[in-house]
T-cell receptor, first 118, second 116 residues
Framework: DGGITQSPKYLFRKEGQNVTLSCEQNLNHDAMYWYRQDPGQGLRLIYYSQIVNDFQKGDIAEGYSVSREKKESFPLTVTSAQKNPTAFYLC?????????????????FGPGTRLTVT | AQTVTQSQPEMSVQEAETVTLSCTYDTSENNYYLFWYKQPPSRQMILVIRQEAYKQQNATENRFSVNFQKAAKSFSLKISDSQLGDTAMYFCAFMKHAGTASKLTFGTGTRLQVTL
């Protein structure tokens, strides 16, 4: 079955430690995205990538880093510079980067990772 | 910058009844997409329905339909014959049209509870 996997479902870290969240997709999608969700707020975009070896900052990129070495993978690192890292993190992918026609622009989401930093 | 507003933090509906969730947005764009996503307790984001702004006809997907008023920048979701499985957070989202970043801008969500 094609889909997006995020692991682990729950992650705990001590303050001051970097932590990397995994996101893998086997949908052959070109574009991938990372969102953060906090209570009472909608999702906010952290980083996105249109193609391999290319990525752009979203609205709240400070304290985060990403890489896109493979089409299938888009890991997110939450660094110690992120002031409020505790949140629910969602990865998404889409077939193309907003191309006209069809449904290539639709984003499909993974199950998410709940990160708790104490 | 685009903004999406969902003014109903919580709503409740009885099973088999109809409920409408509100969403307004602000943009200077003429071409864009609008979406409703459902997030059940599992927290998986599920696409419910989509609307292309250049289409005048309102989108429908089984029990789900939208009322898209482009001039008013309004995009409400109607759920007919509500079922217990419809209990979830519902998010309205905006995306610019092709050729630009496919960034989704989300509203803050409406928590819908379907009761017996």
């Amino acid at each position: 079955d094609g889909g997006i996997t995020q692991s682990p479902k729950y992650l705990f870290r001590k303050e001051g430690q970097n932590v990397t969240l995994s996101c893998e997709q086997n949908l052959n999608h070109d574009a991938m995205y990372w969102y953060r969700q906090d209570p009472g707020q909608g999702l906010r975009l952290i980083y996105y990538s249109q193609i391999v070896n290319d990525f752009q900052k979203g609205d709240i990129a400070e304290g985060y880093s990403v890489s896109r070495e493979k089409k299938e993978s888009f890991p997110l690192t939450v660094t110690s510079a992120q002031k409020n890292p505790t949140a629910f993190y969602l990865c998404a992918s889409s077939m193309a980067h907003g191309l006209a026609g069809g449904r290539s622009y639709e984003q499909y989401f993974g199950p998410g990772t709940r990160l708790t930093v104490t | 910058a685009q903004t999406v507003t969902q003014s109903q933090p919580e709503m409740s509906v009885q099973e088999a009844e109809t409920v409408t969730l509100s969403c307004t947005y602000d943009t200077s764009e003429n071409n864009y997409y609008l979406f409703w996503y459902k997030q059940p307790p599992s927290r998986q984001m599920i696409l419910v329905i989509r609307q292309e702004a250049y289409k005048q006809q309102n989108a429908t997907e089984n029990r789900f339909s939208v009322n898209f008023q482009k001039a008013a920048k309004s995009f409400s979701l109607k759920i007919s014959d509500s079922q217990l499985g419809d209990t979830a957070m519902y998010f309205c989202a905006f995306m610019k049209h092709a050729g630009t970043a496919s960034k989704l801008t989300f509203g803050t969500g409406t928590r819908l509870q379907v009761t017996l």
